[in-house]
């Protein structure tokens, strides 16, 4: 790729950006959401049309003009986002656009080895005849995966694949990565996980701003040098949290519990308790069950959930989302896209969608008090966008999740349930993140934290409680932080005494990250 710039109207996205890629070589693209990374990719896979510069596969100069033609020359995208069709089986949504056909006619046979060879190279445990909607995110992710890599391409772009991956998938991941590798597959790979990059990648480019600020083998680049050209400045080795004083109790569960329609158990026998200016971290490997027990707490279930939820002392009953956000108990769900925002939506009502009592009058909406929300949350938290009025599906990914942030933060909230806060963001993102959190436990707001990097969650928790298949097993304070013995107690290999009297924590300050780690 030579010269490429895009534009969209009046905004620059990409200025005389340059980017190669050579046979059997992983070429990570690096940069902050919003450097121009995904437009990038884009433009290789089709989707966008530059406004200038060329692209050549070996020589030949090519401008595919949709995904099809993309794939036909050899080049294959995997994008953050999935692309699957949810109502369909595993089995179609491998066969879509280059489904097998005989005489015009579909070959059902031919589709269900084809879905069966795909499956099996990934070790992904599920049915051809699955639909997609009936399995585990991750399972999804690895058929996105496979989808790509079954068509022999040249060139396959990865834009986060393992965001959404356990370890064990992860690994299977990268393992199919060498294979690439050793058969002549050049990749282009997209991470914001840093022990990725060390593991993974043979050639460097960082963009910032739509330019191209550093390119050269991996190998040049220790990690703050890598971050000092993604953001433009120095960052510290670690986060470090302000020590805080805890405040009163502002949630309880009490035997807590949940099960599918079908009587399987998500979670059983839930006792925490939360303060105000607390960070309590869920650990957990995935299917622990904290993401349920989030989402229930919140009132996604309804009424289906046993046991007591107690909020500033006062049971909680009839649990629903609406009831929960007018009680400021605020949700940061993992898939931000789902059930996060609204898409086609603009910035402005995604920021004042949980709160829009406040800027509307006998049930109309208030525009210039929408606007002046949307503003301030825009200069709090850095949201970029070239206006407020765009559609929020037209931000980063780290853009996007700081539109959620703002969202619940309108409520004025008293307790935020946090489920992968900063999945898919950027190291500058991340810290800005994290110095939101630092405010809100500050203001007194307690917090619930999920997050699959151990490190974050040792870093930014008061309190670790750990799960394993549906229950609270273990929980660790700053000083016994340690990754193995987590890890262990996530695997329910823990040797340790069991999870007691949670409830009954200490109120003197807590210790800051860097003497945490």
Not at 48 to 65: F, H, M, N
Not at 164 to 183: M, N, P, V, Y
Not at 219 to 228: F, G, I, N, Q, T
Not at 239 to 256: N, P
């Amino acid at each position: 790729m030579r010269g490429i710039d895009m534009r969209f109207g009046a905004v620059t996205v990409l200025q005389d950006v340059d980017f190669t890629i050579y046979p059997g070589e992983v070429h990570l693209l690096a940069g902050e959401n919003g450097a121009g990374k995904s437009t990038l990719i884009k433009i290789l896979g089709g989707i966008y049309k530059p406004t200038a510069g060329e692209i050549t596969l070996d020589g030949t100069v090519i401008a595919p003009t949709s995904p099809l033609e993309a794939n036909a020359l050899g080049i294959s995208v995997i994008h953050q986002e999935l692309s699957l069709i949810p109502q369909m089986t595993v089995m179609e949504n491998l066969g879509l656009g280059r489904y097998n056909t005989r005489w015009g006619f579909l070959s059902p046979k031919s589709m269900e080895d084809e879905a069966i060879r795909v499956l099996q190279s990934l070790s992904i445990d599920v049915s051809p005849y699955d639909d997609v909607q009936d399995i585990a995110l991750s399972q999804q992710q690895l058929i996105e995966i496979g989808k790509a890599t079954s068509i022999n391409s040249r060139v396959i772009v990865m834009d986060e694949p393992s965001s959404a991956l356990s370890e064990r998938d992860a690994e299977i991941l990268f393992s199919l990565i060498e294979k690439l590798k050793k058969s002549g597959c050049g990749i282009v790979y997209i991470t914001h996980r840093m022990e990725e990059i060390q593991r993974l990648a043979d050639r460097i480019t960082v963009l910032r701003d739509g330019n191209l600020v550093s390119s050269g083998p991996a190998s040049d680049y220790d990690a703050r040098r890598l971050v000092k050209h993604m953001v433009g400045r120095e960052l510290g080795d670690h986060y470090e949290r302000s020590a805080t004083q805890l405040g009163d109790e502002v949630l309880k569960l009490k035997d807590f519990s949940l099960s599918k329609r079908d009587g399987t158990r998500l979670f059983s026998q839930i006792n925490l308790s939360l303060r105000a200016g607390e960070i309590l971290g869920i650990g957990g490997l995935q299917g622990s069950g904290a993401s349920a027990l989030l989402a229930a707490t919140f009132g996604a279930y309804g009424e289906r959930p046993q046991g007591q939820v107690l909020l500033h002392g006062e049971e909680y009953r009839h649990l629903n989302p609406k009831r929960s956000t007018q009680k400021g108990l605020g949700f940061v769900t993992n898939d931000r896209k789902a059930d996060g925002l609204v898409l086609p939506m603009s910035i402005t009502h995604n920021i004042t969608l949980a709160s829009l009592k406040n800027y509307s009058k006998w049930g109309f909406p208030i525009q210039v008090k929408e606007d002046e929300a949307a503003m301030s949350s825009q200069q709090e938290l850095s949201i970029r966008a070239a206006s407020l009025d765009m559609p929020v599906q037209g931000l980063s990914g780290g853009n996007q999740q700081k539109v959620v942030l703002a969202k619940w933060m309108r409520i004025a909230p008293k307790v935020i349930l946090m489920d992968e806060p900063t999945r898919g963001v950027d190291i500058g993102a991340k810290w800005e993140i994290y110095a939101l959190l630092d405010a809100l436990v500050a203001q007194g707001v307690g917090i619930i934290l999920i997050t699959s990097e151990l490190s974050e969650l040792m870093a930014l928790s008061d309190r670790i409680a750990v799960m394993h298949r549906g229950e609270m097993v273990q929980e660790f304070r700053p000083s016994q932080y340690n990754p193995e013995s987590i890890l262990a107690a996530a695997m329910g290999q823990s040797n340790s005494e069991s999870l007691t009297n949670m409830e009954n924590h200490s109120q003197s300050k807590q210790p800051s990250a860097k003497e945490r780690m």
